[in-house]
């Protein structure tokens, strides 16, 4: 249709007005046009920067190349010197004016360091009923309104550390207590399958069903052998940016030893993120078997997103023994090219890999087994 049939058709009127003025009104509208695209250019690139960005300062890793546009590590003997903490002062997190403002508001006495009880009473056991004593000491207190409109999922990867679960919960409960945190579920995701452990994979089902069953707005992913020493180290999201909180920076393996951080990049251990920033990252990765890589894999998820993590003042942990693990000696390899598989290989495949078996509810926490349904289960 010319421009002359277009205007008959749609706007007869105007053909009624000069050709000087027809020209004019045309060409005020498409300037009219041309800026109200401007405009919606302008605020989507706007609201894609800022999504990140509110308040916190981001210097974006100088180690990263881009492949088919995506950033990969330049060399992967580098990576524990890449940077993925927020840089200067962003990267530490000083909750102390949320702490004052529960502890005014709610009565809270959080005095930091915290004496942590590695033997657990017989009578502790987490499949068992005589736990709900436990859970009447330690779950029904008065709660503080300032947490009311937050869920907190804490998820605990899980297989045959029964002695080091049973320690993490013995601790953990009466620390929610303190922080009087009581809108939580501790959910434990069992690899029922044998063979080769694969925590990524049982953190991104157990995510993926608990956001059908419970619907969190934090999640706390766990290691299970990991326990918090110092009760300011808040289990909430609340006044956290999107920026995920490392929360474990500092642990120690004796009970009298002295604190390590064993690697800036590091980010595994316990990691508190809202749900739509791990949407946003795919989740962990599939492909990392045994001992080792998940976590450094889900660094490069950081970076090649560009979300810096943030570390509280106060993350102190104690890491419990357990007998060695098999250590995966394919994962530099892996993370070699990690962020070019990011959107294909994690939250969006994990049904095609794995299935949840069964669900108990016990009065400490949800029971969620799991197995492996795709030909590398056989692996070990
Ligand atoms: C592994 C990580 C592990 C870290 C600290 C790294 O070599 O790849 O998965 O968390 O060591 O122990």
Same mark, same amino acid.
């Given at each position: 249709m010319t421009i002359q049939r277009y205007l008959t058709y749609y706007c007869p009127r105007i053909l009624t007005i000069s050709k000087k003025y027809r020209f004019l009104s045309i060409f005020i509208l498409s300037i009219f046009i041309f800026l109200f695209i401007i405009y919606n250019i302008h605020i989507s690139i706007h609201q894609n920067t800022q999504q990140f960005d509110d308040s916190i300062s981001y210097k974006k890793s100088l180690n990263l190349l881009h492949k088919q546009k995506v950033l990969v590590p330049v060399s992967i003997n580098r990576l524990y010197d890449y940077q993925v903490v927020c840089t200067g002062n962003n990267g530490i997190l000083n909750r102390t004016n949320l702490i004052h403002q529960i502890s005014t508001i709610c009565k809270i006495n959080l005095n930091g360091s915290l004496k942590i009880n590695l033997n657990p009473t017989n009578d502790f056991q987490i499949r068992s009923s005589l736990t709900l004593k436990y859970v009447k000491l330690w779950k029904t207190f008065n709660t503080c309104s300032i947490f009311e409109n937050e869920t907190i999922a804490i998820i605990i990867s899980y297989r045959d #550390?029964? &002695?080091? %679960?049973q320690t993490l919960l013995y601790n953990l409960l009466p620390f929610l207590q303190r922080q009087k945190i009581f809108n939580y579920k501790i959910f434990i995701i069992e690899q029922q399958t044998s063979g080769a452990f694969n925590k990524g994979r049982l953190y991104n089902i157990g995510f993926y069903h608990i956001m059908k069953i419970y619907k969190p707005t934090c999640v706390i992913f766990h290691d299970v052998d990991l326990i918090p020493e110092n009760d300011q180290n808040l289990y909430s999201c609340l006044k956290l940016t999107n920026h995920p909180l490392h929360m474990s920076a500092n642990v120690r393996f004796k009970i *009298?030893? /002295?604190? +390590? +951080?064993?690697? /800036?990049f590091l980010v595994g251990g316990? =990691?508190?993120? #809202?749900?739509? +920033?791990? $949407?946003l990252l795919n989740g962990y990765s599939n492909r990392y078997f045994n001992w080792g890589g998940e976590d450094d894999d889900m660094g490069l998820r950081f970076l090649s997103k560009d979300i810096c993590v943030q570390r509280p003042t106060t993350g102190y942990y104690y890491a419990g023994s357990h /007998?060695?693990? $098999? #250590?995966?000696? *394919?994962?530099? &390899? %892996? =993370?070699?090219?990690? +962020? =070019?598989?990011?959107? $294909?290989?994690? %939250?969006?495949?994990?049904?095609?890999l794995a299935r949840v078996t069964n669900t108990y509810e016990y009065p400490l926490v949800t029971w969620i087994t799991v197995k492996w349904i795709d030909k590398y289960s056989s692996i070990s």
């Open positions: #550390r029964e &002695k080091n %679960l *009298n030893g /002295s604190y +390590t +951080t064993i690697y /800036s316990v =990691l508190t993120i #809202r749900p739509e +920033t791990f $949407i /007998s060695t693990q $098999i #250590r995966n000696e *394919n994962r530099f &390899k %892996l =993370l070699f090219d990690a +962020t =070019l598989r990011q959107d $294909i290989d994690g %939250l969006n495949n994990i049904d095609q």
